[in-house]
C-alpha cells in the first residue's frame, strides 16, 4: 500500500548534491526537509520544489549577564557564534562573539563600533598591523620579525650589524621583507618627518642605507626650498643671475667701445696735429724763397 505524504512534512538526511536529484525523483516532495550530511544545514522544499535553506538565528539578549547565561544553559551554543545585546545607552544592538575561558564557561565579547575602547587589538586576529614592545635592554631586532608592517613601542635594533638602539615615536610604522632569492631582509621605517630604507645581508651587515627628508623635517629645520628662494627673490625685487651676466656683459661691451673710441680719437687727433704743423713749416719755407 502506497502512502501519500502530500500533506505532511517529512525529513531526509542526504548530500546537498543529491537533494536536486531527489527531487526530480519524487523522493523528495515540497514542505519536506533536508538536513545536509556535508554542509549541516537544513534545506527546506518549497511548494515551486525550491531549495531554501534555514539559516541559524542570531538570538537576541538584553544584558550581557542574561546573554552569557542563557548561552551557558543552551546546548546549541558554539565558539565564533554571533549575538545580540541591547545597549542601554544607545537603545541599539550591538554585535557580540562567544569565545569560552579556560574553564570551560562561554563569555562574549563586544565587536560593535559602539564598543570599539573596549576591543583590546592585539586580541584581534588577522590584524593589519602587528604592535610589539621593546626596551633598552631587551630591544626589538628587526631582522627576526617576520614579513609584515609593525608599530614597536619603545626600543629596537635594525640588525646585529648596527649598535645603534633606536627610540620608536607614537605613529612609526615599520615595513620587513625577507627576500628568499639573496637571502638579504629588506627594512623601511616611516616616521612623521623621513623615511629610511635598509638592506641587510644574513649576516646582520648593512648593504645599503638611504633616508628620504620629508617636506616637514625640511621646513622644521629651517632649510628653504627652490620655490621659497624664488619667492623670496621676487619679493626683494632683485635680478636673477642670468639678468646680471648680460648686465655685466653689456657694461663691459660698451666700456670696450667707449675706451676704443677715445683711444682713437686722441691717436687721430695727435697725428694730424703734428701731419699739419709739418705741412704750415713747408708751406711757410717755399713762401720765403718765392720772395727773392
Given at each position: 500500500m502506497a502512502y501519500d505524504y502530500t500533506n505532511h512534512s517529512r525529513f531526509f538526511y542526504a548530500s546537498s548534491r543529491e537533494i536536486e536529484d531527489y527531487i526530480n525523483q519524487g523522493v523528495v516532495n515540497k514542505w519536506?526537509?533536508?538536513?545536509c550530511q556535508d554542509t549541516k544545514e537544513f534545506m527546506l522544499i518549497t511548494d515551486k520544489l525550491e531549495m531554501v535553506p534555514i539559516k541559524s538565528k542570531v538570538y537576541r539578549y538584553t544584558t550581557v549577564a542574561e546573554a552569557e547565561a542563557a548561552l551557558n544553559d543552551a546546548s546549541d551554543t558554539?565558539?565564533?557564534q554571533m549575538v545580540s545585546i541591547l545597549s542601554l545607552a544607545t537603545g541599539s544592538y550591538q554585535a557580540y562573539i562567544v569565545n569560552k575561558n579556560n574553564a570551560g564557561r562561554f563569555y562574549v565579547s563586544p565587536i560593535s563600533v559602539?564598543?570599539?575602547s573596549d576591543i583590546d587589538y592585539n586580541e584581534i586576529g588577522h590584524r593589519p598591523i602587528e604592535q610589539i614592545s621593546g626596551n633598552i635592554e631587551n630591544p626589538v631586532m628587526l631582522t627576526d620579525l617576520s614579513d609584515?608592517?609593525?608599530?614597536i613601542e619603545g626600543a629596537y635594533k635594525v640588525s646585529t650589524g648596527l649598535k645603534t638602539i633606536f627610540q620608536t615615536r607614537n605613529g612609526d610604522i615599520i615595513s620587513?621583507?625577507?627576500e628568499?632569492?639573496?637571502g638579504n631582509t629588506a627594512i623601511k621605517v616611516i616616521t612623521s618627518s623621513s623615511i629610511t630604507d635598509y638592506l641587510i645581508d644574513n649576516t646582520g651587515g648593512v648593504i645599503d642605507r638611504g633616508t628620504y627628508i620629508t617636506k616637514e623635517w625640511i621646513e622644521r629645520q629651517g632649510y628653504m626650498t627652490s620655490d621659497d628662494m624664488d619667492a623670496k627673490l621676487d619679493a626683494l625685487n632683485v635680478i636673477t643671475r642670468d639678468e646680471a651676466v648680460?648686465?655685466?656683459q653689456e657694461l663691459i661691451r660698451e666700456s670696450v667701445e667707449q675706451t676704443v673710441n677715445d683711444v682713437f680719437d686722441d691717436t687721430f687727433n695727435e697725428r694730424f696735429d703734428?701731419?699739419?704743423?709739418?705741412?704750415l713749416v713747408m708751406e711757410e719755407q717755399q713762401n720765403i724763397r718765392n720772395l727773392f
Open positions: 519536506d526537509l533536508v538536513l558554539y565558539q565564533g559602539y564598543n570599539a609584515g608592517l609593525y608599530k620587513v621583507t625577507h628568499n632569492e639573496t648680460s648686465y655685466i703734428t701731419r699739419l704743423r709739418q705741412q
